[in-house]
């Protein structure tokens, strides 16, 4: 465990440097997007050797998955790892200084853990406090660092530097990765591994769709998460003056 | 002190038009705001609603919702934003030719976009003066058998060329004009900027768009 942990803020701090060291070239406004990818081709390879790795491999266990948990299962694990990952919810809101969003992830958790038995029932949002993201990318964004080049990697998909960076230090802050146990390296295994068929099974039609009406696959899958990442530091609050004019 | 007569009514006068004159401007912006809510409100309810009629067979569906679409949308301007940079050196007969590719292709996928929402009802919330021409209208689409919170659709009119048109929409935050360009322009930067490969290409995702997905 000391050393996969050594590992994963290993990699943190140096998609931290990256994302530093990429500070100076990365505007971030609509107008930019287009832009600020120096790694395009390395970037398009990664792209299909993680389409490779999900035609052969996640589709299929999603299938399986599909085949074998009913939607209420699948909704219950759903819901399980969102309640998981509140703490760092939480965390992350409070180095936002974004106090009330911070409140209700309280609220989350302690609603859902019990009333939601640990976490596989959601009676938070029922009752009117409906689940947000928030990780330590945003933190960083909300902080003033900026994205840097763009970078899809293997196994994961689009990211940056700070984002990159983000991932590392959310699995420090994660409070079941500081509970020393014998076999955490099969619990972290079990979640990531249900974590990526949760979310595979959630956005599949989605990507699917955006494969078969795109014109450049790879440089829709760009701007959609840069503008996606750009509404999620703002919490969804609007920057109409960056739109650009007809 | 007492105010003579005169000096008291102009005094008075000044005041009701202070007093008037914010209404007097605010009331041409509000009015044009309520025109592209409006606008959004009616039509996107009649293409939902031709999306959801079951009576229609797949080719009546298709071209009622492509009338309606044509005639909201301005497919010109959009296609000519998309183009980026390459509006300035693409050949003028290109450009045209790529409006046309394009309007096929708006209507191809701008009816599997909303195919999927049949199911959800959408309402207008507000919306926001960018410009006294250009207005982006907040909606929320929510699906009624489900807990999680409605997402957010935004539709940007504008209204300078005397009647509403939209130019754009945004999901969750994502414009589909801005996603639409960084596709082409990079399409575009790696064809040599030749417009003409680019309008091959919509001409056949739009066919196929058009076809039954596997």
């Known amino acids: 465990m000391g050393r996969f942990k050594a590992l994963v803020l290993a990699v943190g701090g140096l998609a931290l440097c990256a994302g530093l060291a990429g500070c100076a070239t990365a505007p971030s406004s609509p107008g930019a997007l287009t832009i600020n990818d120096p790694y395009e081709q390395t970037n398009r390879d990664t792209l299909k050797l993680n389409g490779k790795i999900d035609k052969y491999f996640v589709v299929p266990t999603v299938a399986v998955y599909f085949v074998l948990v009913p939607e209420g299962g699948r909704r219950g694990v759903h819901n399980f790892l969102g309640n998981l990952s509140l703490p760092t919810i939480f965390v992350n809101d409070m180095l936002q200084g974004e106090v009330s969003r911070a409140g209700k992830s309280i609220w989350r958790l302690a609603l859902n853990s019990t009333l939601g038995l640990g976490g ?127 | ?91 003028p007969e290109d450009v045209e030719a790529f409006v046309g590719a394009f309007r096929n292709y708006a209507a191809a996928a701008y009816q599997s976009y909303f195919a999927k929402y049949t199911n959800q009802t959408l309402k207008v919330t507000g919306s926001t003066e960018v410009k006294p021409t250009d207005f982006i209208v907040q909606t929320q689409l929510s699906d009624p058998n489900s807990s999680q919170p409605p997402a957010e659709v935004d539709f940007r009119v504008r209204t300078d060329t005397g009647k509403p048109v939209l130019v754009d929409v945004a999901y969750q935050g994502i414009w589909l004009s801005l996603e639409e360009r960084d596709q082409f322009v990079s399409f575009l930067g790696q064809n040599n900027g030749n417009v003409r490969t680019l309008i091959a290409h919509l001409s056949e995702l739009a066919v196929n768009l058009g076809k039954p997905s596997n």
Do not use: C
């Not at chain 1, 196994?155 to 802050?173: E, H, M, Q, W, Y």
């Not at chain 2, 009331?27 to 996107?44: G, L, R, T, W, Y």
């Open chain 2, 1 to 91: 002190m007492r105010l003579s007569m005169p000096l008291m009514r102009r005094a008075l006068l000044v005041l009701a038009i202070l007093a008037v004159a914010p209404l007097l401007t605010a009331k041409p912006a509000a009015a044009a705001q309520n025109v592209a809510e409006s606008f959004v409100d009616e039509n996107i309810h009649r293409g939902l609603d031709i999306l959801r009629d079951k009576k229609l067979s797949t080719v009546q569906r298709r071209d009622q919702f492509e009338t309606l679409l044509l005639g909201l949308v301005d497919v010109r301007r959009i296609a000519v934003f998309t183009l980026g940079q390459y509006r300035r050196t693409a050949p």
């Open chain 1, 120 to 246: 596989f029932f959601d009676p938070a949002s029922k009752i009117g406090i409906p689940g947000h993201g928030e990780d330590f990318g945003q933190t960083l964004a909300v902080w003033g660092v900026k994205e840097g080049p763009y970078l899809v990697l293997p196994f994961i998909g689009p990211s940056n530097p700070r984002d990159a960076a983000g991932l590392a230090v959310d699995a420090f802050i994660d409070p079941t990765n500081q509970i020393a146990f014998k076999q955490h390296i099969w619990w972290s295994a079990g979640r990531e591994y249900f974590t990526l068929l949760d979310l595979k099974g959630q956005t599949y039609q989605t990507i699917q769709g955006i494969q078969r009406s795109s014109v450049d696959y790879y440089s829709s899958l760009r701007s959609l998460y840069r503008q996606l990442r750009n509404d999620q530091i703002r919490n969804g609050r609007k920057q109409n003056e960056d739109l650009p004019d007809f």
